[in-house]
């Protein structure tokens, strides 16, 4: 149980650390683009401003957070010497925070985006802690 515990705590923080890692290293490759997109969502949603998403930008979003999703699944049931309550638990914990994320940043986005982005993150987080079975 302890090691299940570990390994939802380590999975919810690899997941963080890669996402927000992962928008960073997006940014500095495509700093006209990527980089310009996100700060005028972050401006937007710290000031209150307009935003208008771009439709390739958020399907980016989707993207790596399905691998980080599933990067993080894989490690949470690597901890846990498990592959089954571990991801399932950590992917129920990136649910929780990806509806906040919805709500804090719902009058900025499609609603298409709010609900792919959370409808993935379940199954991507089992799917890679069943990848430890594969390995």
Do not use: C
């Not at 149980?1 to 690899?14: E, K």
């Not at 700093?31 to 208008?52: D, I, L, R, S, Y």
């Not at 490690?75 to 804090?104: Q, T, W």
């Amino acid at each position: 149980m302890v090691r299940i515990v570990f390994g939802v705590i380590a999975g919810f923080f690899a997941w963080a650390i890669a996402w927000f890692g992962g928008e960073q290293i997006l940014s500095a490759i495509g700093p006209e683009w990527f980089g310009a997109h996100q700060k005028a969502f972050e401006e937007a949603v710290a000031n209150g401003g307009p935003f208008t998403a771009d439709t390739t930008f958020l399907l980016i979003h989707i993207v790596l957070g399905s691998i980080v999703s599933g990067m993080s699944g894989f490690l949470a049931a690597l901890i846990a010497g498990e592959n089954k309550r571990a991801p399932l638990v950590l992917g129920f914990l990136l649910l929780a925070f990806g509806l906040l994320k919805a709500v804090l940043s719902w009058p900025y986005v499609p609603i298409w985006y709010h609900v792919i982005f959370t409808a993935v993150l379940i199954p991507m987080t089992i799917m890679g802690g069943k990848l430890k079975t594969a390995t």
